[in-house]
């Protein structure tokens, strides 16, 4: 195969390697037989996983499987709220802490127990009865991040309700179109959260949202800030009706196919697509890979995931993956800047948590602020360190291992999607010797490859489409009313692959790196570049705080790379700024990946979820009107970015 033929250019090399901290290694929950015990059975591998659970019959089938769809653990029973709640008490467990929940205004905070979590979710669950909700109803969710907000999931789980949580500052048209296609008949909401320092009121989007769903019954209001609120006929206050409710609940047993929940995927391509998840399989890999990539110590570890339970991370890492495996975790409210900058760190050293899992966007906005922050706090409690969302560049990697992870934390980085429900891609903490800014190898019992054009795997040094070869437990059962997408969008591209949309490589280790979507890739002279090598070469450049790299058009190259960047806070933009940047990109990643265009920008476009929507960039560099902007945090960045365009010239 030629150069020029390459599926994708592997152009960024990475000398650096950290070992596994030994006592870590020796105490690991998951060591490296797991690999051959799952490679030598990979179905016998997901039944002893599934058996952590506690089932009320099981399975006679382990796995059918008649691409593309799947079933795991045919014939098996279970209820997941009793696993993630009931049978920790039983066990005993019921002062333990499920969760430290802090708001956002200082000094607002609650500890709730397992024992609380079990009366406040069967007095839920009575509620939702109470409201005539029964088992396969849609329950739309849309709430700040307080404790009412985990306890309606594991309320709509006993029950057997299929939850869809819209994310919080989603709009009404967003959130009604959502309820439209789930045809939900419940909502439940809040007057408001705390974001910011102030309360931010939700229920008038609701009401908004809700005036034109007819299908809606009834809206459940938890009273969080206290904020007035306009009342309808629909409306019943948390506190008149779940309070009343009995603390008794005996949890039916559900089919492990039975549905759990839809939720929307945060929409960076743009046409979010409501994902269906079921009940037997989805709880199994959560609770594996939450104990196997996080080596959870329940009786010792506190655990923080700073995702919102509106996005898949927070319903797998937050509330069902932590609790299956009784675990004590931090919720926290509102936002990283609120009343400080160090509210994170001050949050780690108050509760002395020891797992912290955050995203790329998060540790790049703290490199941004500075390293004096989170040096004014004693972090010293923090032994594993994760990351998700995006491909993270190796500098954000060595700053979030070194400024919070005291040079002596493990960074697992860990790939996965809405869609596959569970991590499917990760070191493993006791195991691996991390590479900055790869994602390692597939963990056990997952088959993934990363193959050419042709569906072939390339070999070592080699890029192409990331693909997964074997249906596993979490994924997804298909799109929410529309069994044809779920095919077209995942199953078509490669015959009896599911395909992600993501490129990757494999290095000469036979390690794996994401290298962001496919349809981001540019093709620069014959070659297809991958964003994510030249963001990060831009990003190891120490001026640099974020970049995001899109291909235009050019009428020599085909496509050229053009650089939105924003510097550091404490950089000079200086005149030849431009100059610098291409040169250190060149020097990094060779000459062909050096951008024509360097423009510093304030912000990036942004999705609620805080990944860079590079589409959008791309309508600006070719001078196109902006394509679909409902998913993005602030549609005004996209003017702030637009201004800076014509000034904006190559260097030769
Ligand atoms: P949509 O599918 O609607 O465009 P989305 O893909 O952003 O939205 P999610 O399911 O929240 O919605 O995100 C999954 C995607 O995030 C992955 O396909 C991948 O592109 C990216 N991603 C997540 N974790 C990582 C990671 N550790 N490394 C690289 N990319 C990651
Ligand atoms: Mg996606």
Known sequence: ????????????????????????????????????????????????????????????????????????????????????????????????????????????????????????????ANALTALGVGKGDRVAIYMPMIPELPVSLLACARIGAIHSVVFGGFSATALKSRIDDADAKLVITADGGFRRGAPSALKPTVDEAVAQCPQIEKVLVVRRTGQDVTWTDKDVWWHDLVDSQSEQHTPEAHDAEDPLFILYTSGTTGKPKGILHTTGGYLTQTAWTHNAVFDLKPDTDIYWCTADIGWVTGHSYIVYGPLANGASSVIYEGTPDTPHRGRFWEIVQKYQVTILYT???????????????????????????????????????????????????????????????????????????????????????????????????????????????????????????????????????????????????????????????????????????????????????????????????????????????????????????????????AKALGPIAKPRQILIVPELPKTRSGKIMRRLLRDVAENRSLGDVTTLTDSSVMNLISEKLPSAKSED
């Open 1 to 124: 195969m030629t150069e020029s033929q390459e599926t994708l250019s592997n152009l960024l090399q990475e000398n650096r390697r950290f070992e596994p901290p030994a006592a870590l290694a020796a105490a690991a929950n998951v060591t490296a037989s797991a690999y051959t015990e799952a490679s030598a059975d990979r179905l016998a591998f997901w039944e002893t996983a599934a058996d952590r659970l506690t089932w009320a019959e099981r399975w006679h089938t382990t796995l059918e499987w008649e691409a593309p769809f799947a079933k795991w653990f045919v014939g098996g029973k279970l209820n997941i709220a009793y696993n993630c709640v009931d049978r920790h008490v039983e066990a005993g467990n019921g002062d333990k802490v499920a969760f430290y929940w802090e708001g956002e205004p200082e000094g607002d905070s609650r500890v709730i127990t397992y024992a609380d979590l079990q009366k406040e979710v069967s007095k839920a």
């Open 359 to 585: 995203a790329p966007t998060a540790i790049r906005t703290f490199m941004k602020w500075g390293d004096d922050i989170p040096a004014k706090f004693d972090m010293s409690s923090l032994r594993v360190l994760g990351s998700v969302g995006e491909p993270i560049n190796p500098e954000a990697y060595v700053w979030y291992r070194e400024h919070i992870g005291a040079s002596k934390a493990p960074v697992v980085d860990t790939w996965w999607q809405t869609e596959t429900g569970a991590i499917m891609i990760s070191p493993l903490p006791g195991v691996t010797a991390g590479k900055p800014g790869a994602a390692m190898q597939p963990l056990p019992g997952i088959v993934a490859d990363v193959v050419d054009d042709q569906g072939k795997s390339v070999p070592n040094g080699g890029g192409g489409f990331l693909v997964i070869r074997e249906p596993w437990p979490a994924m997804l059962r298909g799109i929410w009313g529309d069994p044809e997408r779920y095919k077209e969008t995942y199953w078509s591209r490669f015959d009896g692959f599911y395909f992600p949309g993501d490129g990757a490589k494999r290095d000469d280790d036979g390690d794996l790196w994401l290298l962001g979507r496919v349809d981001d890739v540019m093709l620069v002279s014959g070659h297809n570049i991958s964003t994510t090598e030249v963001e990060s070469a831009l990003v190891s450049h120490p001026k640099v705080a974020e970049a995001a790299v899109v291909g235009a058009t050019d009428p020599v190259t085909g496509q050229a790379i053009v650089s939105f960047v924003i510097l550091r806070g404490n950089a000079e933009e200086g005149a030849d700024i431009g100059a610098e940047l291409r040169q250190h990109v």
